[in-house]
C-alpha cells in the first residue's frame, strides 16, 4: 500500500557566511536500474561547504557533515558522489565525509601532478572510493588509473569508439566504468551490454521504443479510476463499486487508513472509508497509487521524480493561490509518457485533465507550465534556470529551496508496503 508522510521535511541550512547553501542530486543507477548513488549538485560549488575561519573547523563541519550526508532526505542511504577540486582532495578535507557512503569525484580539470596523486593514494589507503570524471583517454591521467574504482565516460562527449575502447581497456582491470548523461534507452542498453556497470542521466525518465500501438487494457483501466476521482463532482457510488472490485486497491485503502497517518479506525464499508479520507485527499490518494501502479515496471526513481514535482507544483500553487489540484496532477503525470512508455500525445487523450493542465504537458507556454518547469530545473540542479524561472514567478529562491526539499522528503517518503 502507498503510505505518504505529510511532514514538511527540512530546509536548507545557512552557511557559515549566512548564506542559503543549496543541493540538488542526480541518481546513479546499477545495471538492473537500481539506485546505486546521488551525484551532489552544490549551487555555489563544493567548497563552499567546508569555508570556515575557524582553524580547526569543529562546528561548521559538524553541520557540513549532517546537511550532506547525515540525512536520509538526500542520500536515502546511498552513495554520494562529490565533485573534488585539488585543494580539497590535497588539504584533506573530503575526509570530514563518511568513508562508507562516500565516492570521491576527482574533477577533469584537476592537474594530476605528485601531490595529488600522494593524496588520492592516502585517501584510497583510508577506505575512500576514488572515481575519475569525464575520463576521454588523456595520458595525464596514468597516474591515477592505478588507484581509481570508477571511471566516468561521458557518451555527450564521446562517440561509439570511443565509450567502446574505454569499455575495452578498463573491464579487464577490475575498474568500474560509468556512463553519465545517458539520455536514451537505447544508450543505456548499448553501456549495459559492453560492460558500463553504473550509469547517470535522464534515460530512465523516457519512454521506451514498444511495439504496442496502444496503451494496455490494464493501464485504461487505472486512467478510468483517475477519470472517476476527477470529476468536478465526486461520485462516491462509482469510486466504490471501482474499488470493491480492484482487490488491490481495497487493501491498499484500508492499510492506508490503519497507518499511523490516521490512526486506528473501525471501517465498517468501502463508502466509510472514503468518507474518512474526504474529497482532497482521496483525489491526491487515488492519484498517487495510480501513478505508482504505472511505474510499477520502471525504476522506482521515476515515481519519486514523479511524485517530488507534484508535491512542489502543488506548493507553489498554494503559495499564489492557483488550483491545488491541477498543478499536483500536471507534476504527477509529468512522466506519464515513460510510465506508459508512449508519447504524451497519444496519452493526454486519455486523461481527465483541463485544457490548461494537457496544454502545460504539451509543453505550451504558460504559468502552469513555467510552475513544472521549475519543478524540473530543481530536479537537474539547473541553477540559471531556476534564478530565471523564480523571477518569472515572482517567487524568491529562498522561499523555493524550502519547498523542494519538503517535496522530496514526501516523495522519499511514499512507499509501497506489502
Not at 111 to 131: F, N, Q, S, T
Not at 357 to 379: N, P, T
Not at 395 to 404: F, Q, S, V, Y
Request: hydrophobic share 45%; glycine share 4%; with cysteine.
Amino acid at each position: 500500500m502507498l503510505s505518504v508522510n505529510m511532514d514538511t521535511g527540512p530546509t536548507p541550512l545557512p552557511a557559515a557566511d549566512g548564506h542559503m547553501r543549496y543541493i540538488a542530486r542526480q541518481p546513479i543507477f546499477d545495471i538492473h536500474k537500481a539506485v546505486f548513488g546521488y551525484e551532489l549538485l552544490f549551487r555555489s560549488g563544493v567548497e563552499d561547504y567546508f569555508q570556515c575561519d575557524d582553524p580547526e573547523m569543529a562546528s561548521c563541519t559538524a553541520m557540513d557533515r549532517t546537511l550532506l550526508l547525515g540525512t536520509d532526505w538526500l542520500t536515502r542511504g546511498k552513495f554520494a558522489f562529490v565533485n573534488c577540486t585539488r585543494d580539497l582532495l590535497v588539504r584533506e578535507l573530503v575526509t570530514l565525509l563518511p568513508r562508507d557512503r562516500t565516492v570521491l569525484e576527482i574533477l577533469e580539470t584537476v592537474e594530476p601532478d605528485r601531490e595529488l596523486v600522494l593524496a588520492c593514494e592516502k585517501l584510497k589507503r583510508a577506505g575512500y572510493i576514488l572515481a575519475l570524471d569525464d575520463y576521454a583517454g588523456d595520458e595525464r591521467w596514468e597516474p591515477l588509473l592505478h588507484i581509481a574504482d570508477i571511471i566516468k565516460v561521458d557518451f555527450k562527449l564521446s562517440d561509439l569508439a570511443q565509450r567502446y575502447a574505454s569499455a575495452r581497456r578498463f573491464k579487464s582491470r577490475g575498474i568500474s566504468l560509468l556512463a553519465e548523461k545517458v539520455e536514451t534507452n537505447e544508450e543505456f542498453e548499448w553501456a549495459r551490454e559492453n560492460g558500463y556497470r553504473y550509469f547517470q542521466g535522464y534515460f530512465f525518465c523516457r519512454p521506451t521504443t514498444v511495439s504496442s500501438s496502444d496503451v494496455a487494457a490494464a493501464e485504461i483501466n487505472c486512467l478510468q479510476i483517475l477519470e472517476a476521482v476527477h470529476q468536478p463532482s465526486l461520485d462516491l457510488r462509482k469510486i466504490e463499486e471501482i474499488i470493491k472490485h480492484d482487490p488491490s486497491l481495497c487493501y491498499r485503502l484500508l492499510r492506508y487508513l490503519n497507518s499511523a497517518a490516521f490512526g486506528v479506525f473501525p471501517i465498517r464499508s468501502v463508502r466509510h472509508a472514503l468518507l474518512l479520507l474526504g474529497e482532497s485527499e482521496l483525489r491526491k490518494w487515488i492519484s498517487v497509487v495510480v501513478a505508482a501502479t504505472l511505474a510499477s515496471r520502471k525504476p522506482p526513481e521515476l515515481l519519486i521524480n514523479a511524485l517530488t514535482r507534484a508535491q512542489f507544483c502543488e506548493a507553489i500553487a498554494k503559495r499564489f493561490h492557483l488550483d491545488e489540484s491541477e498543478l499536483f496532477l500536471i507534476g504527477l503525470l509529468s512522466l506519464i509518457d515513460a510510465m506508459l512508455d508512449h508519447s504524451m500525445e497519444k496519452v493526454l487523450p486519455k486523461l481527465p485533465l483541463s485544457k490548461a493542465c494537457k496544454d502545460a504537458l504539451l509543453g505550451c507556454e504558460s504559468r502552469y507550465r513555467d510552475v513544472l518547469e521549475i519543478s524540473i530545473a530543481f530536479e537537474t540542479g539547473d541553477w540559471a534556470r531556476i534564478s530565471e524561472l523564480s523571477k518569472l514567478l515572482e517567487l524568491e529562491e529562498a522561499e523555493a529551496w524550502p519547498m523542494h526539499a519538503a517535496a522530496l522528503v514526501w516523495a522519499s517518503d511514499a512507499r509501497m508496503v506489502d
